[in-house]
Protein backbone atom coordinates (compact mmCIF):
# COMPACT_ATOMS: atom_id res chain seq x y z
CA UNK A 1 0.00 0.00 0.00
CA UNK A 2 1.62 3.30 -1.19
CA UNK A 3 0.72 6.12 1.33
CA UNK A 4 2.10 8.79 -0.90
CA UNK A 5 2.91 8.10 -4.87
CA UNK A 6 4.22 10.65 -7.49
CA UNK A 7 4.34 10.24 -11.19
CA UNK A 8 6.57 9.84 -12.79
CA UNK A 9 9.62 9.05 -11.04
CA UNK A 10 12.13 10.54 -13.79
CA UNK A 11 11.25 13.13 -16.56
CA UNK A 12 13.68 14.44 -18.90
CA UNK A 13 12.79 16.77 -21.33
CA UNK A 14 13.61 20.24 -22.74
CA UNK A 15 13.40 23.78 -22.61
CA UNK A 16 10.74 25.59 -23.35
CA UNK A 17 8.49 22.82 -23.12
CA UNK A 18 5.56 21.91 -20.36
CA UNK A 19 5.26 19.21 -17.86
CA UNK A 20 2.77 17.52 -14.95
CA UNK A 21 3.48 15.65 -12.59
CA UNK A 22 0.83 14.03 -10.77
CA UNK A 23 0.50 13.02 -6.84
CA UNK A 24 -1.92 11.08 -4.93
CA UNK A 25 -2.27 10.59 -1.02
CA UNK A 26 -4.25 7.37 0.21
CA UNK A 27 -4.07 8.65 3.85
CA UNK A 28 -7.26 10.36 3.98
CA UNK A 29 -5.26 13.34 5.11
CA UNK A 30 -6.14 17.03 4.91
CA UNK A 31 -3.22 18.73 3.65
CA UNK A 32 -0.39 18.41 1.11
CA UNK A 33 2.59 19.76 -0.12
CA UNK A 34 4.94 20.39 -2.78
CA UNK A 35 8.48 20.66 -2.06
CA UNK A 36 11.71 21.39 -4.33
CA UNK A 37 15.50 19.83 -3.78
CA UNK A 38 17.81 21.32 -5.42
CA UNK A 39 21.70 19.78 -6.12
CA UNK A 40 22.61 20.50 -2.34
CA UNK A 41 19.81 19.09 -1.02
CA UNK A 42 17.74 21.80 0.42
CA UNK A 43 14.19 21.01 0.48
CA UNK A 44 12.20 24.11 0.38
CA UNK A 45 8.39 24.73 0.44
CA UNK A 46 7.09 25.09 -2.53
CA UNK A 47 3.04 25.34 -1.97
CA UNK A 48 0.69 23.82 0.21
CA UNK A 49 -3.28 22.72 -0.21
CA UNK A 50 -5.60 22.10 2.44
CA UNK A 51 -8.71 20.32 1.84
CA UNK A 52 -8.43 21.74 -2.10
CA UNK A 53 -7.72 25.28 -1.35
CA UNK A 54 -4.33 27.14 -1.42
CA UNK A 55 -2.95 27.89 1.84
CA UNK A 56 0.87 28.51 0.96
CA UNK A 57 2.42 29.79 -1.88
CA UNK A 58 6.02 30.56 -1.15
CA UNK A 59 8.13 32.79 -3.92
CA UNK A 60 7.61 30.74 -6.85
CA UNK A 61 7.59 31.45 -10.29
CA UNK A 62 4.14 31.97 -12.59
CA UNK A 63 5.49 28.73 -14.45
CA UNK A 64 4.86 26.37 -11.47
CA UNK A 65 0.74 26.26 -11.26
CA UNK A 66 -0.62 23.89 -8.57
CA UNK A 67 -3.99 22.21 -8.94
CA UNK A 68 -5.87 20.06 -6.56
CA UNK A 69 -9.19 17.94 -7.90
CA UNK A 70 -9.68 16.83 -4.26
CA UNK A 71 -8.02 16.35 -1.49
CA UNK A 72 -6.27 13.13 -2.07
CA UNK A 73 -4.80 14.67 -5.29
CA UNK A 74 -1.98 17.58 -5.39
CA UNK A 75 -0.39 18.03 -9.28
CA UNK A 76 1.87 20.27 -10.21
CA UNK A 77 2.26 21.81 -13.65
CA UNK A 78 5.22 23.94 -14.94
CA UNK A 79 5.15 25.63 -18.16
CA UNK A 80 8.17 26.73 -20.20
CA UNK A 81 10.76 24.68 -18.32
CA UNK A 82 14.21 26.32 -17.62
CA UNK A 83 17.83 24.81 -16.94
CA UNK A 84 17.17 26.09 -13.14
CA UNK A 85 13.84 23.81 -12.73
CA UNK A 86 15.89 20.39 -12.61
CA UNK A 87 15.75 19.14 -9.18
CA UNK A 88 14.14 16.91 -7.57
CA UNK A 89 10.19 17.24 -6.58
CA UNK A 90 8.70 16.12 -3.44
CA UNK A 91 5.18 15.53 -2.68
CA UNK A 92 3.96 15.22 0.83
CA UNK A 93 0.68 14.91 3.21
CA UNK A 94 -0.46 15.75 6.66
CA UNK A 95 -3.52 15.58 8.37
CA UNK A 96 -4.64 18.86 9.90
CA UNK A 97 -5.93 21.37 9.78
CA UNK A 98 -6.30 21.89 13.49
CA UNK A 99 -3.61 24.18 14.28
CA UNK A 100 -1.40 21.54 15.61
CA UNK A 101 1.15 20.36 13.26
CA UNK A 102 1.64 16.97 12.39
CA UNK A 103 4.26 14.63 10.31
CA UNK A 104 4.78 14.90 6.36
CA UNK A 105 4.80 11.78 4.78
CA UNK A 106 6.95 12.19 1.48
CA UNK A 107 6.06 10.74 -1.85
CA UNK A 108 9.31 9.01 -3.29
CA UNK A 109 10.36 12.29 -5.78
CA UNK A 110 10.49 13.09 -9.04
CA UNK A 111 13.84 13.80 -10.72
CA UNK A 112 13.17 16.56 -13.29
CA UNK A 113 15.96 17.14 -15.30
CA UNK A 114 16.03 20.08 -17.73
CA UNK A 115 18.13 19.74 -21.03
CA UNK B 1 9.30 33.85 9.04
CA UNK B 2 11.17 30.96 10.23
CA UNK B 3 14.66 29.99 10.10
CA UNK B 4 16.80 27.27 10.89
CA UNK B 5 20.27 26.64 10.99
CA UNK B 6 22.15 23.25 10.89
CA UNK B 7 25.05 22.55 11.61
CA UNK B 8 27.38 20.66 10.87
CA UNK B 9 26.69 19.89 7.30
CA UNK B 10 28.97 17.04 7.13
CA UNK B 11 30.04 14.67 9.81
CA UNK B 12 31.78 11.25 10.09
CA UNK B 13 31.92 9.30 12.99
CA UNK B 14 33.50 5.45 13.28
CA UNK B 15 30.61 3.22 13.97
CA UNK B 16 29.60 2.47 17.44
CA UNK B 17 30.53 5.77 18.29
CA UNK B 18 27.88 8.60 18.53
CA UNK B 19 26.48 11.40 16.24
CA UNK B 20 25.34 14.56 17.11
CA UNK B 21 23.51 17.09 14.68
CA UNK B 22 22.46 20.93 15.94
CA UNK B 23 19.89 23.03 14.67
CA UNK B 24 18.69 26.57 15.87
CA UNK B 25 15.12 27.98 15.00
CA UNK B 26 14.35 32.20 14.76
CA UNK B 27 10.99 31.54 15.78
CA UNK B 28 9.65 31.50 19.64
CA UNK B 29 6.15 30.84 18.95
CA UNK B 30 7.94 27.30 17.22
CA UNK B 31 6.46 24.28 18.74
CA UNK B 32 6.97 21.35 16.60
CA UNK B 33 10.96 19.96 15.50
CA UNK B 34 10.92 17.16 13.36
CA UNK B 35 14.21 15.04 12.20
CA UNK B 36 13.76 13.09 9.12
CA UNK B 37 16.38 11.16 7.38
CA UNK B 38 16.94 10.96 3.97
CA UNK B 39 18.79 8.16 2.26
CA UNK B 40 20.45 8.44 -0.91
CA UNK B 41 17.96 8.36 -3.61
CA UNK B 42 14.91 8.18 -1.07
CA UNK B 43 12.12 10.12 0.10
CA UNK B 44 12.96 11.89 3.50
CA UNK B 45 11.25 10.14 6.42
CA UNK B 46 10.37 11.01 9.60
CA UNK B 47 12.63 9.29 12.41
CA UNK B 48 11.82 11.23 15.82
CA UNK B 49 9.64 14.61 16.63
CA UNK B 50 9.17 16.73 19.85
CA UNK B 51 7.20 19.37 20.54
CA UNK B 52 7.49 22.42 22.69
CA UNK B 53 6.15 20.93 26.16
CA UNK B 54 8.85 18.51 25.95
CA UNK B 55 12.42 18.73 26.78
CA UNK B 56 13.66 15.55 25.78
CA UNK B 57 12.53 12.35 23.73
CA UNK B 58 14.05 9.20 23.32
CA UNK B 59 13.46 6.31 20.67
CA UNK B 60 16.40 3.54 21.27
CA UNK B 61 19.60 4.73 19.71
CA UNK B 62 17.95 8.69 19.17
CA UNK B 63 17.23 11.16 21.07
CA UNK B 64 15.90 14.75 20.73
CA UNK B 65 16.47 17.43 22.95
CA UNK B 66 14.92 21.05 23.07
CA UNK B 67 16.11 23.98 24.90
CA UNK B 68 13.25 26.45 24.18
CA UNK B 69 14.87 29.29 26.30
CA UNK B 70 17.67 28.97 23.51
CA UNK B 71 16.23 28.43 20.59
CA UNK B 72 18.04 25.16 19.76
CA UNK B 73 17.31 21.30 19.38
CA UNK B 74 19.64 18.77 18.96
CA UNK B 75 19.46 14.75 17.48
CA UNK B 76 22.07 12.49 18.95
CA UNK B 77 22.47 8.85 17.68
CA UNK B 78 24.42 6.41 20.12
CA UNK B 79 25.59 3.02 18.99
CA UNK B 80 26.11 4.32 15.06
CA UNK B 81 26.01 1.64 12.40
CA UNK B 82 26.91 1.97 8.53
CA UNK B 83 22.83 1.97 8.12
CA UNK B 84 22.48 4.89 9.83
CA UNK B 85 24.15 6.95 7.09
CA UNK B 86 22.51 9.09 5.04
CA UNK B 87 21.35 13.35 5.40
CA UNK B 88 19.67 14.29 8.29
CA UNK B 89 17.13 17.13 8.25
CA UNK B 90 15.85 19.07 11.23
CA UNK B 91 12.87 21.44 10.95
CA UNK B 92 10.51 23.78 12.85
CA UNK B 93 6.65 24.79 12.99
CA UNK B 94 5.05 27.32 14.96
CA UNK B 95 1.81 27.27 16.33
CA UNK B 96 -1.51 27.23 14.06
CA UNK B 97 0.85 27.26 10.59
CA UNK B 98 1.25 24.29 8.55
CA UNK B 99 4.49 24.80 7.21
CA UNK B 100 7.83 23.12 8.17
CA UNK B 101 11.15 25.27 7.75
CA UNK B 102 13.69 22.87 7.13
CA UNK B 103 17.57 23.00 8.15
CA UNK B 104 19.69 22.96 5.23
CA UNK B 105 20.65 19.08 6.20
CA UNK B 106 23.58 17.24 7.68
CA UNK B 107 25.72 14.47 5.42
CA UNK B 108 26.17 11.62 8.55
CA UNK B 109 29.16 8.82 7.05
CA UNK B 110 29.17 5.99 9.59
CA UNK B 111 32.40 4.66 8.82
CA UNK B 112 32.54 0.52 9.76
Known amino acids: DTAVSQTPKYLVTQMGNDKSIKCEQN?????MYWYKQDSKKFLKIMFS???????INETVPNRFSPKSPDKAHLNLHINSLELGDSAVYFC??????????????FGPGTRLTVT | GENVEQHPSTLSVQEGDSAVIKCTYS??????FPWYKQELGKRPQLIID?????GEKKDQRIAVTLNKTAKHFSLHITETQPEDSAVYFC???????????FGKGTKLSVIP
Open chain 1, 92 to 105: ASSPGPTGTVYEQY
Open chain 1, 27 to 31: LGHDT
Open chain 1, 49 to 55: YNNKELI
Open chain 2, 27 to 32: DSASNY
Open chain 2, 50 to 54: IRSNV
Open chain 2, 91 to 101: AASGAGSYQLT
